[in-house]
């Protein structure tokens, strides 16, 4: 009992630090709804994006997060006011989207960044999230260093415009340069008021590293989750929240100390109709999570 309230002054003190870093997440009510990224979906939505977009209403998702979208193609042959309508004919919103960010990365080219831009003001959502960075940015620690900074840039483009900047991490992010990783070098050489994480819980338990120990060294800095539960026999795969291997009942008790506003379910392989398998993750999240 003695540790269990030494632990809980240590990081109520923390959480009481990161308030003077991040004064509008370090007391946010946590998350209550459940949200879905669609790349759960990728399969389906080319094939019946209207269709798709009912059946995620139907399993009980409120959000969703995007992922793919061009200028070219908008989402899945709409553009950004229809897809918005029909968000909206479905009871959803979408306050984050997947933007592939690498040609601004790579040469500061602006245009396409300003095109999600326009997009995601279009759908109404809050977060242009950065999904992935190709392998030759990141190849040594001042590579890290050099993204921080770019990610500091285009987050002060995405303010001018109304929007927040997010960035969500995989595994590679946890490769160790001396004592540090990139991970690390992100949230350290990030602003916090600028530049916030979408933490995917999976990735991060897959390479070893500890959710809980992050959001007490980087309170308020992670916004947005993403719940995808760990195949109990193949650590490579995804599977029903619930049904693996990850303790998201513990994680989510510090929740208000991560920041989470959004969370969303996403899980990338099926041993079971999709639709059946989302609706089982969002009815345990709701039950048994949140």
């Known amino acids: 009992m003695k540790n ?27 998350a209550k709804i459940v949200g879905l990224q669609l790349y759960t979906l990728r399969v389906e939505l080319p094939k019946d994006v209207k269709g798709t977009i009912a059946n995620v209403a139907k399993a009980g998702y409120k959000e969703v997060e995007t992922f793919g979208y061009s200028a070219k193609d908008g989402y899945w042959g709409l ?6 309508a029909l968000l909206s004919e479905n009871g959803l919103t979408a306050p984050s989207g997947h933007y592939g960010m690498d040609m601004y990365f790579t040469d ?5 960044l300003k095109s999600y831009i326009d997009a995601a003001n279009t759908i109404g959502s809050t977060y242009i999230t950065v999904p992935y960075l190709g392998d030759n940015l990141r190849k040594t620690e001042d590579d890290w260093k050099v993204m921080a900074d770019k990610l500091n840039k285009a987050a ?79 650590n490579t795969i995804n599977t029903e929240v619930g049904t693996g291997t990850i ?15 959004h969370l969303i379910m996403e899980q990338e392989n099926f041993s079971m109709d999709p639709y059946k398998s989302i609706k089982l993750s969002a009815d345990y999240i709701k039950k048994s999570i949140l």
């Open 4 to 30: 269990s309230r030494r632990d809980f002054i240590k990081i109520a003190g923390i959480a009481a630090a990161g308030a003077a870093v991040a004064p509008s997440f370090a007391f946010a009510a946590p």
């Open 79 to 84: 553009d950004p006011k229809a897809f918005k």
């Open 108 to 112: 500061g080219s602006q245009e396409e």
């Open 156 to 234: 002060a483009i995405c303010k001018d415009a109304g929007l927040k900047l997010g960035y969500h991490n995989h595994n590679f992010e946890f490769v160790k340069y001396g004592d540090t990783t990139g991970y690390e070098i992100m949230l350290k050489g990030t602003d916090p008021n600028l530049v916030q994480f979408e933490m995917d819980i999976y990735w991060v338990v897959r390479s070893g590293n500890d959710p809980v120990k992050l959001f007490t060294e980087f309170p308020g800095r992670f916004p947005m989750w993403h719940v995808k539960d760990m195949d109990k026999v193949d």
């Open 247 to 261: 303790d998201f009942k513990s994680i989510y008790k510090n929740a208000k100390l991560a920041g989470l506003q």
